[in-house]
């Protein structure tokens, strides 16, 4: 069976103006308040996303959350131990005092969404410079967050879209006492592993369970031993009559970002270039660490979750390259781009505004090649290295010392130490040095010479001999 989904990303609170009345002719039931509303409860009151970097549904009245595998998969394993490995045997608890309270992880429902574009471009215009445009903005944007009433729990953010045409202002409450209820072994949680990852169709239990609590107000609220599972304003359902074909379904949560009107040359560098780069480091540091979790139970336990997040990423760009290679989507970008350069020479205040951006923008992105490899290699090598990580928090004290005072070190003094603790208990010193023994020389011999420090070069030399 081959299906067709209508592609985009759609903003909620646009659904009724711009795609209520073709999702019903696709066979949607509901109406688009249903989706969205800010004067009644309604599908927007059952989504979360959990820690800022998953979607989790509210499918029961106290609060219990379902999520993938994958997104419970870090709270699984700093559960975990030698005496208890949930990440092999998986977790259930029996009642509610047998949930598991993770620290750091949060469950944030949008109360409502107002477009802002207006007020945070107040005093912009094309003939200021691009640092001018910025300053008017913050500043704008500091002055809504000001004035914007609500309630002292909730809290305010005001994102850029479609590269910084559009502005939304969003109304959160974050709930940061989330449990783990439930997970099963990674034999049905992960089955498949890295094969199947970024593959369809897939036969994998990709399932968690949490459950958020909050104070007796049911408002959020800080763990405590005497917080009460939340009551939702809205559950969802779990149907058991399955679907049949040309059912309409749709999906609804917190996607990353879509690069969907990128330049054919910024394109064209992600494939043979930045990808390609990323690929090898990681495939690098996947062997060096698979190798140590295999002689170690306990290493395997302690960076289960980091290797996982390692290969994520690392299958996600292999097929990245794969499909846009046979999918010939640079030609097809350069199509698509020659009829809109046909169409803006065609109408006179457009040539005169956007005649060439096109142009402009190949330019552009030739002359940060070299410089845009340069900062993935270092990015991607520094980051698998954990001992810089640890080196980068305390040196974030240092700024902060030295840029503010006495008073924001001490601020940051406690965040600090508790990240770098964190860090700790999951480290081992062996496997991270062979890390650096392997991707530092990775970084000498493949980074080009200006951005390779002296030091370092004569270090692997060195080191080799």
């Known amino acids: 069976m081959i299906a067709f989904a209508d592609e985009g990303m759609w903003l909620p609170q646009l659904l009724q103006s711009l795609n209520e009345k073709d999702m ?9 308040s249903d989706i969205y509303s800010i004067s009644k409860s309604s599908l927007k009151d059952a989504i979360v996303s959990l820690g800022g970097f998953c979607t989790a549904e509210v499918i029961s009245d106290k609060g219990l959350l379902l999520t993938n595998h994958h997104c419970g998969f870090d709270a699984i394993q700093n559960h975990s131990s030698l005496q208890n490995n949930y990440i092999r045997d998986g977790f259930w608890s029996k009642n509610r005092t047998e949930e598991l309270t993770n620290e750091g992880l949060t469950a944030t429902f949008i109360i409502s969404i107002e477009e802002v574009t207006e007020a945070v471009k107040k005093d912009v215009s094309s003939s200021i410079t691009e640092r001018e445009r ?8 500091a002055k809504i967050r000001e004035t914007k009433k609500k309630e002292s729990y909730q809290d305010i953010f005001i ?11 969003f109304i959160t409450e974050t709930y940061m006492d989330v449990r783990l209820v439930g997970a099963p072994p990674s034999s049905i949680g992960n089955f498949g592993k890295d094969t199947d990852n970024w593959m369809w169709p897939r036969h994998t239990g990709d399932f968690s369970l949490f459950r958020i609590y909050a104070g007796k107000d049911n408002k959020p609220a800080p763990f405590s031993k005497e917080n009460v599972p939340y009551i939702p304003k809205r559950s969802l359902n779990i149907s058991l009559n399955g679907v049949k074909e040309g059912d309409f379904t749709m999906v609804f949560g917190f996607p990353g970002r879509t690069s969907e009107y990128l330049h054919s040359a910024a394109v064209e560098q992600i494939v043979n270039i930045s990808d390609p780069a990323k690929i090898a480091i990681r495939e690098k540091a996947l062997q060096v660490i698979n190798t140590a979790m295999r002689k170690d139970e306990q290493v395997k336990i302690q960076y289960a979750s980091k290797y996982a997040g390692i290969e994520n990423s690392y299958k996600k760009w292999m097929g990245e ?28 205040k457009w040539s005169g505004l956007y005649g060439t951006v096109l142009e402009d923008l190949e330019s552009a992105y030739k002359q940060i090649e070299p410089y845009a490899y340069a900062r993935d290699y270092f990015n991607e090598i520094f980051s698998k290295i954990e001992l810089f990580t640890i080196a980068n928090q ?19 003094k406690e965040k600090v130490k508790s990240s770098v603790e964190a860090l700790f208990n999951e480290y081992n010193a062996l496997l991270d040095q062979r890390l650096f023994e392997v991707l530092i ?7 080009q010479e200006k951005y ?10 060195n080191n080799a001999n």
């Open 24 to 32: 019903k002719k696709m066979g949607m039931k509901i109406n688009a």
């Open 134 to 141: 910025q300053s008017f903005i913050d500043k704008n944007i």
């Open 321 to 348: 390259v794969l499909g846009l290679k046979a999918k010939d989507a640079v030609n097809k970008k350069k199509i698509y781009e020659a009829e809109f350069q046909k169409r803006v020479l065609g109408n006179t």
């Open 452 to 461: 390779t420090s002296p030091f370092v070069k004569n270090l692997v030399i």
């Open 394 to 412: 305390l040196n974030s004290l240092v700024n902060a010392y030295e840029k503010n005072g006495e008073t924001a070190y001490l601020n940051n």
């Open 441 to 447: 020389e990775m970084y000498v011999k493949d980074q």
């Open 159 to 169: 994102r850029s879209f479609f590269e910084g045409n559009k502005y939304y202002l």
